[in-house]
């Protein structure tokens, strides 16, 4: 069963302009919804993260925004740059102990921002 | 501070060979986890730990098994190989801190094919 579908799959866009990627869960119990970007040859790394009690979230260019009664959240990566070119996962996960706290990730964006 | 350290970044395999793929962590975490990631699937999550001498099976764990012995390390076996473990694993871990969520840090992943 995919909890968390992503979508597109890739995305091209030009320096200077907007990057939106998006995602849609499905277990209502998830209460806390990260973003990784991985590089070729690395592993992921958590690039913002927003947990469902606020519905925006903005660190620099990136900003999380949340539809709890959608089940949809999405990335936008303002004035992207060839630097962001790099696959994005979004994921979600319930903080329980007894769980481990693990990550449902989506099936990933593969983002090329061309000069 | 080498964070998370999997070993061997590659190897190829034939088929029904064993092996095992090495996780250590030098961050004193108490949770880690296994996955693998294949071309526009995500990542899936294997097995996962809370603690030493705590595993459990997470999405994808069939012909795959692992340990926990001490809280560094986390290591994870092929037992008879078969070319649909060809992938990428990686491994990853973050704190336990009561209900605030951590980031997962991952290592750099190992490239396995069977052939």
């Known amino acids: 069963q995919q909890q968390v579908k992503q979508s597109p799959q890739s995305l091209i866009v030009q320096k200077g302009g907007i990057s939106i990627i998006n995602c849609a869960y499905e277990?209502?119990?998830?209460?806390?919804f990260p973003w990784y970007q991985q590089f070729p040859g690395k592993g992921p790394a958590l690039l913002i993260a927003i947990r469902p009690d606020v519905s925006e979230k903005k660190e620099g260019r990136f900003t999380i925004s949340f539809n709890k009664s959608a089940k949809q959240f999405s990335l936008h990566i303002m004035d992207s740059q060839p630097g962001d070119s790099a696959t994005y996962f979004c994921a979600a996960s319930l903080d329980l102990e007894t769980s481990g706290s693990r990550l449902t990730f989506g099936e990933g964006t593969q983002l090329t921002v061309n000069p | 501070n080498a964070g998370v350290t999997q070993t061997p970044k590659f190897r190829i395999l034939k088929i029904g060979q064993s092996m095992t793929l090495q996780c250590a962590q030098d961050?004193?975490?108490?949770?880690m986890y296994w996955y693998r990631q294949d071309p526009g699937m995500g990542l899936k999550l294997i097995y996962y730990s809370v603690g030493a001498g705590i595993t459990d099976k997470g999405e994808v764990p069939n012909g795959y098994n692992v340990s926990r012995s001490t809280t560094e390390d986390f290591p994870l076996r092929l037992e008879l190989a078969a070319p649909s473990q060809t992938s990428v694993y990686f491994c990853?871990?973050?704190?336990?801190?009561?209900?605030?969520?951590?980031?997962?840090?991952f290592g750099d992943g190992t490239r396995l094919s069977i052939l």
């Open positions: 277990n209502t119990a998830f209460d806390y």
């Open positions: 961050m004193n975490h108490n949770y």
């Open positions: 990853a871990s973050r704190p336990r801190q009561g209900k605030s969520n951590q980031p997962q840090h």
